[in-house]
């Protein structure tokens, strides 16, 4: 989609700073982090969020999620995964993402 943020960091267009990449899935680190490890991880096509994902889509982000974690060095200890959804989620950038939290024990509280 070519107005949108996290398609031109996909396709080179924009910096990011990327931790991982495959056939389907693209991983970068968040701007902003909110924890020492924040990466979000998205579909490389197009899909506005979890609305329009699909179970193919949704396997390789699992996937993703899993090797990124490990790799990032948190399976053990643990990690949060959160993908906003629309107004009321607060979602900012409407291509899907999910964001992997951790390197230290997050709050309780999730909103
Ligand atoms: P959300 O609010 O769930 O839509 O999350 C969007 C996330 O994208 C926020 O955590 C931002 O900090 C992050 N973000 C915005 N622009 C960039 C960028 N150019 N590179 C990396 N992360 C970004």
Request: charged residues 20%; proline residues 5%; hydrophobic residues 45%.
């Amino acid at each position: 989609m070519s107005d949108c943020l996290f398609c031109k960091i996909i396709a080179g267009e924009i910096p990011g700073n990327v931790v991982f990449e495959n056939d389907k899935v693209f991983a970068f680190r968040d701007i902003n982090p909110q924890a020492p490890v924040h990466v979000l991880i998205v579909p490389k096509k197009h899909m506005a969020n979890v609305l329009e994902c699909d179970g193919e889509t949704a396997a390789a982000l699992t996937d993703a999620i899993r090797e990124i974690a490990a790799k990032e060095g948190v399976a053990e200890s643990g990690f949060r995964v959160i993908s906003n959804c629309g107004h009321d989620g607060a979602q900012s950038v409407n291509h899907l993402h999910v964001h992997l939290l951790g390197g230290r024990a997050l709050p309780e509280r999730m909103g």
